[in-house]
């Protein structure tokens, strides 16, 4: 199972910091992404991270804004968020895929199937 935590209302500029804890397994052994959807928009995956081989991936709209990082020690998988914008308004997931601890992640559509377990969302809003 996957919790994800730490979303709120923050000033476009602002940061804030999303935890996704891992239980029933480590977070070493799946890759983990995280996805967003804004209201009326689909799901994406804007990162992910495999722990196992220290790989991450991004999608343009975040990289260099958002950094994903593992602590494996707290089973947590972490989205630090960086310059919001308030069109990164949405709620967000996190997901874990089943593709193997060795697969290096991506965030692209075709490996949106491989996310197969999910944990509820946060909401984030980016007032400007």
């Known amino acids: 199972q996957l919790q994800a935590s730490g979303g709120g209302l923050v000033q476009g500029g602002g940061s804030l910091r999303l935890s996704c804890t891992v239980s029933?397994?480590?977070?070493?052994?799946?890759?983990i992404a995280w996805f967003r959807q804004a209201a009326g928009e689909e799901r994406e995956a804007i990162a992910c991270i495999t722990s196992r081989v220290d790989w991450t991936d991004y999608a343009d709209s975040v990289k260099g804004r958002f950094a994903v990082s593992s602590d494996n020690s707290k089973n947590t998988v972490y989205l630090q968020m960086n310059s919001l914008k308030p069109e990164d308004t949405a709620v967000y997931f996190c997901?874990?895929?089943?593709?193997?601890?060795?697969?290096?992640?991506?965030?692209?559509?075709?490996?949106?199937?491989?996310?197969?377990?999910w944990g509820q969302g946060t909401q984030v809003t980016v007032s400007s």
């Open positions: 029933g397994g480590t977070a070493v052994e799946y890759p």
């Open positions: 997901a874990a895929s089943h593709a193997g601890s060795l697969w290096h992640c991506n965030t692209r559509p075709a490996s949106y199937a491989s996310y197969a377990t």
